[in-house]
């Protein structure tokens, strides 16, 4: 799941769009996203 954080990053600070929409273009279910958003917070926290 982690390797799909960057990819996220990426589409959110050049595409401009949001944690969401990035997961969603990704094909990723609402529980990934959920996990995916914790991984991305504690990321954020370090």
Known sequence: MKNYL?????????LGISF??????????????QALDQL???AQSN
Do not use: K, R, Y
């Open 40 to 42: 991305q917070q504690q």
């Open 20 to 33: 969401e929409q990035a997961c969603e273009q990704l094909g990723l279910s609402p529980q990934e996203q």
């Open 6 to 14: 960057p990819a996220i990053d990426i589409m959110m600070c050049h």
